[in-house]
Every structure is written in structure tokens, then in C-alpha cells.
């Protein structure tokens, strides 16, 4: 008996999570190939992410959790319970699952990136640097690689361990993310101008920060911490050391 496969494109929104700029805001479709009768397993996972974008976390882990208890094999739902589970400050099991859907497709740079974000949050800063300097390696789709530029320029100009800080790094990666997504994400653009500040070039900093404001669609929120940076740019004040 032929088992027929059906193709569909997965739109896998990046939210923000847990306050951290490693991570971007929508993704590229993902074509995801299922079973001939298991689109529900689609739809499932989908209100899931949709309750996770609402805030509700324990309504949208137990609807991944029966999208897997079903088909353990649908590693969409596994990364979209990784970012669940990271929002919830569950980092090992964020890792779990993610390793779960590398296991299923190795190729899936999302999943890679959240991983790096969930080290980042355990303290494994040399982990969540070395996954972020391989998905730039194997040069993913041009949204997921934009964004990796942008997570490792984030890491640069934020982690805790000064070692791992490189401004004028920051400015190469910020960049190029800057450059591959088109100039236009603003949070990207906002990076950039906070590498330009820690470098000490604030006329830089302070346009790329005008540059990120300008963009259309910017939520009422975060056009509040942008001119928040901006003003600091402004007073010649880069953000770590506010």
C-alpha cells in the first residue's frame, strides 16, 4: 500500500523570548512533508504556537505534548514546545527538544539557533557560540542566516563573560545580518547601532538607531526601547554600560 505524503509550508514566528534579542521576529515557510491523514497534527501544533504567542504556556505545551504523544516523529511541534519550555525557564528541556528535531531534520537552523539561545541561558557560552558559528557555516535559508549573523553579534556585544566580547565583531556580524535581511528589521538594525556604541562611533549609532525607528510597522513597545537607545547614543553612552 503507497503511503501518500503531503507537503505544507509552516510558518515559524520567532517571538522574543524571555527578553532576549536572540531571536528574530517571522521566519521563511518551512515545508514540512506528513503522512496522507495527519494534518491535524499540523493544525494542533499551529494552536499551540498560537497559545504561546498569547501567553497561555501550559495550554500550548499540552497541545504539543499530544501532537507527540501521536506522532512522535513531527519535529515541528518538538521546536515549537522547545520555545514553550524556554520561555518557561525550562533551558534543559528547550534542549531536549530541539535536539529532537535536529535528530528528525539536521538541516533545521531554528532549531539549531534556539538551542544556542537555551545554552546561552544555562551559562554555556561557549556552546551557544560554537552552534551559532555553524549554522553560518552551512549557510542556511537567507532568513535564518540573517538571524544567526544577528545572534552571534548580540552575544558579542552581551554576554556576561567579557571574553567572549568583541565590538568590532559585532559591527561585521550586526551587518551582514543587516544586508541579507534587506534592512528591514529593526531589531537587527538596532543591534547593529548598539555595536556601533560599544565601538565608541556614536554618529553611526545614532543613525542606524534613526534607521531602525523608521521602519514601518514598529510595534508602540519596542519603538519605546529604541528611542531609548537612541537617546542614549545620543549622550554618547553605549547600552552595556547604562
Known amino acids: 500500500m503507497h503511503v501518500i505524503l503531503q507537503r505544507?509550508?509552516?510558518?515559524?514566528?520567532l517571538l522574543l523570548v524571555t527578553g532576549s534579542p536572540m531571536a528574530a521576529r517571522a521566519s521563511e515557510p518551512i515545508t514540512v512533508v506528513y503522512g496522507h491523514g495527519r494534518a491535524w497534527l499540523m493544525d494542533l501544533t499551529i494552536t499551540g504556537?498560537?497559545?504561546?504567542?498569547?501567553?497561555?504556556l501550559?495550554?500550548?505545551?499540552?497541545?504539543l505534548d499530544t501532537v507527540l504523544k501521536a506522532d512522535p516523529a513531527f519535529y515541528p511541534a518538538y521546536?515549537?514546545?522547545a520555545r514553550v519550555f524556554l520561555n518557561r525557564g525550562?533551558?534543559?528541556?528547550?534542549?531536549?527538544d530541539c535536539n529532537e528535531a535536529l535528530r528528525k531534520d539536521s538541516t533545521f537552523a531554528e532549531a539549531s539557533l534556539l538551542r544556542a539561545k537555551a545554552n546561552y541561558d544555562l551559562g554555556r557560552y561557549g556552546e551557544s557560540l560554537n552552534e551559532i558559528d555553524h549554522v553560518i557555516t552551512i549557510r542556511p535559508r537567507r532568513d535564518a542566516f540573517a538571524r544567526a549573523y544577528s545572534d552571534r553579534a548580540w552575544l558579542r556585544l552581551n554576554c556576561p563573560d567579557q571574553s567572549y566580547r568583541n565590538g568590532q565583531q559585532a559591527v561585521k556580524d550586526a551587518t551582514a545580518a543587516c544586508k541579507l535581511i534587506d534592512w528591514k528589521d529593526e531589531d537587527m538594525i538596532d543591534t547593529l547601532a548598539t555595536a556601533y556604541a560599544e565601538v565608541g562611533d556614536f554618529d553611526s549609532a545614532v543613525r542606524y538607531e534613526e534607521k531602525?525607528?523608521?521602519?514601518?510597522?514598529?510595534?508602540?513597545?519596542?519603538?519605546?526601547?529604541?528611542?531609548?537607545?537612541?537617546?542614549?547614543f545620543k549622550q554618547h553612552r553605549p547600552l552595556h554600560a547604562r
Open 8 to 13: 505544507i509550508q509552516l510558518f515559524v514566528t
Open 49 to 56: 504556537q498560537t497559545q504561546l504567542e498569547k501567553g497561555d
Open 58 to 63: 501550559e495550554a500550548a505545551q499540552r497541545s
Open 79 to 81: 521546536y515549537v514546545r
Open 90 to 96: 525550562k533551558f534543559q528541556e528547550a534542549i531536549q
Open 212 to 232: 531602525a525607528l523608521a521602519i514601518r510597522g514598529v510595534k508602540a513597545n519596542d519603538s519605546k526601547r529604541l528611542q531609548a537607545h537612541l537617546d542614549s
